[in-house]
């Protein structure tokens, strides 16, 4: 993470099929780990020549695949950030996207994932995830501006993102959920994360097994080798162009868009589903507003108090007494595991919170509406789980595994099914209060999630 530092930091599990703690971007939980590369497997190009490459590719697929999401809008790649997996290596970028109007979003693309688009939210509100976290980094830290940030995300697990700058004391910081972290910090973050996952829940035995320096180069050498191999399978138009006669073609003078991707375009969103009382006024909150709000912070509750929201369940209508009163229900005060200064100036106190508590917390809740409110609770559940809980028009909620403190729940306010080529894909779509950037969609499927948890609301009129 520091460009400074010869030693590559440590961050990848040498066990497949677990997550890859702080290393790969949604949907890349289940691929091989990268200490598998052997020297052999080393390919012709390097991993420095192919950036460029990797990049152009990036950005050239996320306008198809925008235009694929909204049909009836010219999008275009405005820009691109790369996204750094934990050994500082670039696994694919986040691209933003603009129309003739403006911002448009932003598609995640990483090629270490056989679906390739992590995550995004294609729509005229949203910037891209790097603008929004680079601002709110600004916010949070007084010391650090937005032109200190590095051009680069970090992935830090399965959905979300740090970003990190250097600040005007010539400290290198990371900002993550809200929080700023020295270097150190935050690297002991997530060796706690890693390990606190894996005994919490209990996957596997846990080793101290970790990608060293000297496999720093099968690393890189692994992530070249996914590029190569996913190009050679779905673009291999593109693939001719760039490895022309078997050698790498440095990419000086790339035909257009329409020469070479339109031609051969593979994806699509074929359905799109969202909630019916979902509203964008409603069912999304920020951890900023809610922190700015009500001094108390609690992402599980950010989540349930926007569902109330939605709900037409609003204490006194306000997001102040709605989200204080769930507080006291869900024993929040009595889990406060930090009090902090966020956003400047605003001292927060930060509790952890329960998925499998929330259906009694909203059952007595509920209760102050006349309404009756029944809840239910599924640990891992699969993606039909959500398309079920949408269609039959239950509000829903997702938790899952963040870090040692706890982990992370967002309103679930939609879901979406497409296909790759010959791969269906499935994305649930979220309100995350981590992002103002909303609705998003992440990538969702069988193995890529293995510490999650659900609820399905059920509200009705006693």
């Excluded at 200490?35 to 306008?63: D, G, H, I, R, T």
């Excluded at 690297?187 to 720093?216: G, K």
């Excluded at 073609?249 to 019916?276: G, R």
């Amino acid at each position: 993470m520091n460009k400074n530092r010869k030693k590559c930091n440590k961050k990848v599990l040498a066990t497949g099929g677990v997550l890859l703690a702080a290393a790969v971007v949604a949907g890349s939980l289940a691929t091989t780990s990268f200490n598998k590369v052997s020297k052999a497997s080393v390919p012709e190009v390097s991993y420095e020549e192919v950036l460029p490459a990797m990049e152009w590719v990036a950005e050239e697929f996320a306008e198809d695949f925008a235009e694929a999401v909204e049909t009836n809008v010219d999008l275009s790649a405005s820009g691109s950030v790369p996204i750094y997996n934990a050994n500082d290596c670039v696994v694919g970028y986040s691209v933003s996207l603009s129309d003739a109007n403006g911002e448009y979003g932003y598609v995640n693309i990483d090629y270490t994932n056989e679906a390739l688009v992590t995550d995004f939210s294609v729509t005229d509100t949203s910037d891209s995830i790097y603008d929004a976290l680079t601002e709110n980094f600004a916010a949070a830290d007084e010391d650090v501006e937005v032109e200190d940030c590095e051009d680069k995300l970090v992935s830090v697990n399965g959905m979300d993102y740090a970003v990190s700058a250097v600040d005007g004391n010539n400290q290198e910081k990371f900002y993550y959920n809200g929080t700023t972290y020295e270097s150190e910090d935050f690297e002991e973050m997530l060796d706690h994360y890693e390990e606190n996952y894996l005994e919490y829940y209990d996957n596997i035995e846990y080793e101290d097994n970790f990608v060293d320096e000297s496999e720093f180069e099968a690393n890189k050498a692994g992530i070249v080798s996914k590029f190569k191999n996913w190009v050679s399978k779905n673009y291999p138009g593109v693939y001719n162009k760039l490895w022309a006669e078997g050698q790498f073609v440095a990419p000086t003078a790339y035909p257009t868009h329409d020469e070479v991707f339109k031609n051969e375009t593979i994806c699509s969103l074929d359905t799109e589903v969202y909630l019916p009382q979902y509203s964008k006024e409603k069912s999304l909150l920020s951890q900023e507003m809610v922190m700015k709000t009500t001094n108390r912070y609690a992402c599980e509750l950010v989540g349930i108090t926007a569902i109330c929201q939605q709900e037409n369940m609003s204490l006194n209508g306000n997001l102040k007494d709605t989200f204080n009163k769930l507080w006291d229900l869900a024993g929040c005060e009595g889990r406060i595991y930090e009090t902090g200064t966020f956003y400047g100036n605003y001292v927060v106190d930060c509790s952890s919170t329960y998925t499998r508590q929330m259906p009694s917390v909203l059952e007595k809740y509920g209760k102050l509406f006349n309404k009756k409110v029944t809840g239910t609770y599924k640990s891992s559940p699969k993606f039909e789980f959500f398309k079920k809980s949408i269609d039959n028009g239950c509000s829903t909620s997702f938790g899952y595994c963040v870090k040692n403190e706890g982990g992370h729940g967002v309103n679930v306010v939609g879901y979406a099914e497409g296909t790759f080529g010959e791969l269906d894909i499935d994305y649930i779509i979220t309100g995350d209060s981590w992002f103002d950037d909303a609705p998003r969609y992440v990538l969702y499927g069988k193995g890529l999630f293995q510490s999650v948890e659900a609820n399905s609301f059920k509200v009705e009129d006693m």
